[in-house]
T-cell receptor
């Protein structure tokens, strides 16, 4: 138990569906992240939110739409995905390393949401 | 951007054996994390180790930042150690950190 919870754990969707992935952290952190892990590829950073503001969008297609309503919750809205978007989507959180002493910026990950697009 | 390389890419061990996994990075870093990804996909934090040596049970890690590498030692390996081991180094993203991951070492421990 890392303190970062992702739902659903598994999702199968068609290319015309709209679905959302949810992430919740109980660690009191103030930065949240979405990573994508495809088969035989390194983990790729998708989005970074710092104090609920998006600070990084790593050239992600617009069919992926993140939302961070507060520092504890992060969503990834999915719309008209392609089969090549099938992957494990991992959420992470951290305490901002540049605010306050003793914050290492160490990331903690959820269990992931395994997405299959048919 | 920074390059992070891990070796070996694959490793098969018999239960009880020891192993050393290596992580090389192309630029100076101010911290480094090691993770174990279990067969269900979860990334489990093993070490946060910007420099020096840390130990946690059968695992230990050493980072030599000046020479741009880190080592993860697994002693008396068990089947539950199987999975993929990643090292990752941070880069600043606004006020947050973003991790760049290595390609991983896939470890299989057999009976």
């Amino acid at each position: 138990e890392t303190g970062v919870t992702q739902t659903p754990r598994h999702l199968v969707m068609g290319m015309t569906n709209k679905k959302s992935l949810k992430c919740e952290q109980h660690l009191g952190h103030n930065a949240m992240y979405w990573y994508k892990q495809s088969a035989k590829k390194p983990l790729e950073l998708m989005f970074v939110y710092s104090l609920e503001e998006r600070v990084e969008n790593n050239s992600v297609p617009s069919r992926f739409s993140p939302e961070c309503p507060n520092s504890s919750h992060l969503f990834l809205h999915l719309h008209t995905l392609q089969p090549e978007d099938s992957a494990l989507y991992l959420c992470a959180s951290s305490q901002l390393p540049f605010l306050g002493q003793g914050n290492t910026g160490e990331l903690f990950f959820g269990e992931g949401s395994r997405l299959t697009v048919l | 951007g920074i390059q992070v390389e891990q070796s070996p890419p694959d490793l098969i061990l018999q239960e009880g054996a020891n192993s050393t996994l290596r992580c090389n990075f192309s630029d100076s870093v101010n911290n480094l994390q090691w993770f174990h990804q279990n067969p269900w996909g979860q990334l489990i934090n093993l070490f946060y180790i910007p420099s020096g040596t840390k130990q946690n049970g059968r695992l230990s890690a050493t980072t030599v930042a000046t020479e741009r590498y880190s080592l993860l030692y697994i002693s008396s390996s068990q089947t539950t150690d199987s999975g993929v081991y990643f090292c990752a180094v941070p880069r600043r993203a606004g006020t947050a950190s973003k991790l760049t991951f290595g390609t991983g070492t896939r470890l299989q421990v057999t009976l």
